[in-house]
């Protein structure tokens, strides 16, 4: 019955943060808060931490909540019109977002299904974040857009994946530099490379935590979003980076969140709490929280320079030439504010920010500086000529 209530979505919001913050201030909970009589329980706890991959059921709790909250109304999704429209649909092989889109019957949002949602085992630890209405609606009509054929394929990918991060282990040693903190001692050419090489290897150790569980659930015959859908060196723009890094948590926060907050409308306040609220699903440290508030930062710019190079229309070819250079341009700062905000949240943290800045200001910190954004320069202008050839393949 609360759920037809207008507020509901509120207290949706407010019940499930707070829980996720009580998890994360009580790292998990302990027996002897129920008596002391139960304390020796303690001792046995594991190394399992249950209340870090709870962050993703918390997740799936506020989904089933919005997603049986706009089935009780009209969602308003024409799923004639998106058919029309989706290539994959129009052929019988229902896409992701007329999955999640479409409200499943009211029957469906029953105690039993909300429990498997929540502990389903092959996403239950990483994700990807799917949401209720397209694991429903999975449930009685398994995933068909991919065969046998080309799920075992993905899974050989994977194992070549993994061979790979075997040889950076063991040959590269980016995170080791991090972690032990002697990046304050190497060059300011040094660390650009150690910082450049921990956003790989992060890239492609969450590529195989997530990949891995994907592989999992569509075993089991629920098709979940892919993470990581684009390699990160490919990324040139916030906005791309973030849709192509934790793709599924994209996808959930523009539809749980985003979306309802305003949309597009309020596009320059919705981040900060978009970001901000990323921040504190992660974990509750103020390098992230920096982290967050810097890439908002960065996001701001972006979002004035991408609204004014649409509202504009080259009508020669050198005005197309100088808006090309002037993209490339952008796109080298962009991946440079990228790599400084990643280095703050996840290595060298807020503390660290006045030492990044005088050592890359320094007279030993210029060229590199300048050597970075030229070589982010070239390598923008490859990722324009790799996107335009895709676009002609297609």
Known sequence: MLAKWRYFPWVLWMFNVFFLLCNRVYEGYSFVTIGQHWAFLDNYRGNFRWH??????????????????????????????????????????????????RSVPIDRYSYITYICYLIYAPLYIAGPVISFNAFASQLDAPQKNHSVGSVALYGLRWVLC?????????????????????????????????????????????????????????????????????????????????KSWHASFNKW??????????????????????????????????????????????????MVVKSVITSFK?????????????????????????????????????????????????KDGLPVLGGMLITFYIGTKLMFHVREAKEAVQ
């Open 52 to 101: 870090i991959c709870f962050n993703f059921v918390v997740l799936r709790m506020i989904s089933f909540g919005y997603d049986y909250y706009w089935a009780l109304q009209d969602s308003g999704f024409d799923l004639k019109k998106h058919i029309k429209r989706c290539e994959s649909c129009s052929l019988g092989k229902p896409c992701y977002k007329s999955l999640q889109e």
């Open 253 to 302: 926060l523009v539809r749980y969140m985003y979306i309802p907050l305003g949309g597009s409308q309020r596009k320059l306040l919705n981040v900060w709490v978009v970001f901000t609220f990323v921040a504190v699903w992660h974990d509750l440290e103020w390098k992230l929280l920096s982290w967050a508030w810097l890439t908002c930062l960065f996001f701001i710019p972006e």
């Open 162 to 242: 993994l061979f790979l991060m075997e040889l950076m282990t063991h040959f590269f040693y980016y995170n080791a530099f991090a972690t032990s903190a002697s990046w304050k001692h190497l060059s300011p050419l040094e660390v650009f490379i150690v910082g450049y090489g921990v956003l790989n290897f992060m890239w492609l150790k969450f590529l195989l935590i997530w990949r891995y569980f994907r592989f999992w659930s569509l075993v089991g015959g629920i098709e979940a979003p892919e993470n990581m859908p684009r390699c990160m060196n490919n990324c040139y723009d916030l906005e791309g980076f973030w």
């Open 314 to 362: 080259a009508k020669t070819s050198f005005e197309e030439f100088v808006l090309r250079e002037f993209c490339a341009v952008a796109g080298a700062i962009t991946i440079t504010c990228l790599m400084v905000a990643n280095l703050v949240g996840y290595v060298i943290g807020p503390s660290g920010i006045n030492w990044l800045i005088s050592r890359f200001l320094h």
